[in-house]
Structures are given as C-alpha cells and as structure tokens.
Nanobody
Framework: VQLQASGGGLVQPGDSLKLSCAWT????????VGWFRQGAGSEREFVAA????????NYAASVQGRFVISKDKVKNTMSLQMNSLKPEDTGVYYC???????????????WGQGTQVTVSS
C-alpha cells in the first residue's frame, strides 16, 4: 500500500488545519489507518487512528477533543481535522496503514512521506 499525505502548512495558535491522506495499491489487508507526528528532536508519536470496517477511533490524550479523524473507504482516503492548534502540535505528520488495530508505530507497515505542520505566532 502506498500512502500520500497532504495539507500541512504554517498556522497561528488557535487556528484549524485539515490534513488528507490517500492510499493506493492492494489495501485488502488494511485494518486501520492512522496519523503519527514527529517534532524536532522528538520521537515519532501516535496522534489518531481509525478502523476501516467500523470507523472505531482512537486519539492521543494530547489531541483528544481538538482533532477529528475520518475516512472514506470507497475513495481510499482519510482526513485529520485539527482544531485549536497549539505550538506543541508542530511537527511532521505521517499517515500510515496497518493490518492491526494499534497505536504502536512498529505495527504500521505502510507510511506516507509526511507533511509539515507549523503552529507559530
């Protein structure tokens, strides 16, 4: 499965931004798709995930209530609506796919190229 993320940019604190991810290839064994992010000097961390068959979602505590993940299984796309952005949300955001339901990046085997999100005044 090949994934491509888009939608990053420079925004001010409190602004909103929507990331998108599209995937191609043999996705028959993909159970869930998700977003991870990596700030400068930090490890990659889980942000949100969604199961393709039933829409079950999971969010990191740091984004719960501010971010919303959604998917379109027919179009093979998903989105991450990010609201009330904070400077600590800054980082490279990656979309990824997994044959498992997990928040562990090691269990995601398909990765997009990443898109930069910068939240700064």
């Amino acid at each position: 499965v090949q994934l491509q993320a888009s939608g990053g940019g420079l925004v001010q604190p409190g602004d909103s931004l929507k990331l998108s991810c599209a995937w191609t290839g043999r996705a028959y064994n993909v159970d869930s798709v998700g977003w991870f992010r990596q700030g400068a000097g930090s490890e990659r961390e889980f942000v949100a995930a969604i199961r393709l068959n039933n829409g079950l979602t999971n969010y990191a505590a740091s984004v719960q209530g501010r971010f919303v993940i959604s998917k379109d299984k027919v179009k093979n796309t998903m989105s991450l609506q990010m609201n009330s952005l904070k400077p600590e949300d800054t980082g490279v955001y990656y979309c990824a796919s997994s044959s498992r339901w997990s928040i562990r990046s090691a269990l995601y085997d398909g990765w997009g190229q990443g898109t930069q999100v910068t939240v700064s005044s």
